[in-house]
C-alpha cells in the first residue's frame, strides 16, 4: 500500500484545507534497573546474600531493556528494588539493635 492517500478526482486543491497537523510521540522512557544501589547493597549490606540478588536481578533488567524488553525489564527491576529495599531495612534494625546492645 502506499504510504499516502489518493486524492478523489472530484475534489481539486483549492478547496483542500491548507493546515497540516504533526503529532510527535515522544518514545516510553525505559525503566530503572537500580544497578548501583544493587551495587552498594551488595558491597555494604550484603545481609543474607539479598544484595547479591538484587545485583544479578539488575543485571538481567539491564540485560532486557538493551534487547528492548521493556516488560521483563521492568519485572526485573522491579525485583531488584523489592530486594534493595528488604537488605535496607534488615540492614537498619541489625545497626538499630547493635547500638542499642553496646550502649
Request: glycine share 4%.
Amino acid at each position: 500500500l502506499p504510504p499516502y492517500e489518493v486524492m478523489p478526482t472530484e475534489v481539486s486543491m483549492e478547496e483542500m484545507s491548507r493546515s497540516t497537523t504533526v503529532l510527535l510521540e515522544e518514545p516510553p522512557r525505559p525503566p530503572r534497573d537500580h544497578l548501583v544501589w544493587s551495587l552498594f547493597t551488595t558491597l555494604y549490606g550484603n545481609f543474607c546474600c539479598l544484595g547479591l540478588l538484587a545485583f544479578v536481578f539488575s543485571v538481567k533488567s539491564r540485560d532486557r531493556k538493551v534487547l528492548g524488553d521493556y516488560s521483563g525489564a521492568l519485572s526485573y527491576g522491579s525485583t531488584a528494588k523489592c530486594l534493595n529495599i528488604t537488605a535496607l531495612v534488615l540492614n537498619i534494625i541489625i545497626v538499630i539493635i547493635v547500638v542499642t546492645v553496646v550502649a
